[in-house]
């Protein structure tokens, strides 16, 4: 089950946690990568399986940065997901993991950048670590 962070407006929580981080998968293979890397980081990494169950999760838990998997096939769409997650001035900032076959979100607005399939630990932790420290930052300034 998912679980927020305890302070959505700081970058770690009393639990000296970053994030959350919402992964957006069905690819357990994704999940436990990204969570090995992240984990390490000291990021709560919170993972659904679908979009429907994401946009509920986004609401709860306030995540700082949302990883997308574009080989998920859902309704609704990547596209429309990362639409409705669009982040704002303080809203999580969209990643996309490249769909099996390479297929990518080419043009959609929204997506701060594209990962591919075969995660490269340097890259992953470093985007995060970006994304979630310009949303923590924004969120204090609020």
Same mark, same amino acid.
């Given at each position: 089950?998912?679980?927020?962070?305890?302070?959505?407006? #700081?970058?770690? #929580?009393?639990?000296?946690?970053?994030?959350? &981080?919402?992964?957006?998968?069905?690819?357990?293979?994704?999940?436990?990568? =990204?969570? $090995?890397?992240?984990?390490?980081?000291?990021?709560? !990494?919170?993972? =659904?399986? /679908?979009?429907?169950?994401?946009?509920? +999760?986004?609401?709860?838990? $306030?995540?700082? &940065? =949302?990883? &997308?998997?574009?080989?998920?096939?859902? $309704?609704?769409?990547? +596209?429309?997901?990362?639409?409705?997650?669009?982040?704002?001035?303080?809203?999580?900032? =969209?990643?996309? @993991?490249? /769909?099996?076959? #390479?297929?990518?979100? @080419? $043009? @959609?607005? #929204? &997506?701060?950048?594209?990962?591919?399939?075969?995660?490269?630990?340097?890259?992953? !932790?470093?985007?995060?670590?970006?994304?979630?420290? +310009? @949303?923590?930052?924004?969120?204090?300034?609020?």
């Amino acid at each position: 089950m998912a679980t927020p962070t305890d302070d959505p407006k #700081g970058p770690n #929580g009393p639990n000296g946690r970053k994030g959350p &981080v919402l992964l957006i998968t069905r690819d357990r293979a994704l999940v436990e990568r =990204v969570r $090995e890397l992240l984990i390490v980081e000291r990021f709560e !990494v919170v993972w =659904v399986r /679908g979009a429907s169950a994401a946009l509920e +999760e986004a609401v709860r838990s $306030e995540p700082t &940065v =949302v990883i &997308v998997d574009w080989a998920l096939d859902d $309704e609704p769409s990547c +596209e429309e997901l990362v639409y409705r997650l669009r982040p704002r001035r303080s809203g999580p900032r =969209v990643l996309a @993991v490249a /769909g099996r076959g #390479g297929r990518v979100p @080419v $043009e @959609v607005s #929204g &997506v701060r950048a594209i990962l591919a399939r075969a995660l490269d630990a340097e890259e992953l !932790v470093d985007l995060v670590w970006r994304h979630h420290h +310009e @949303v923590a930052d924004a969120r204090r300034a609020d």
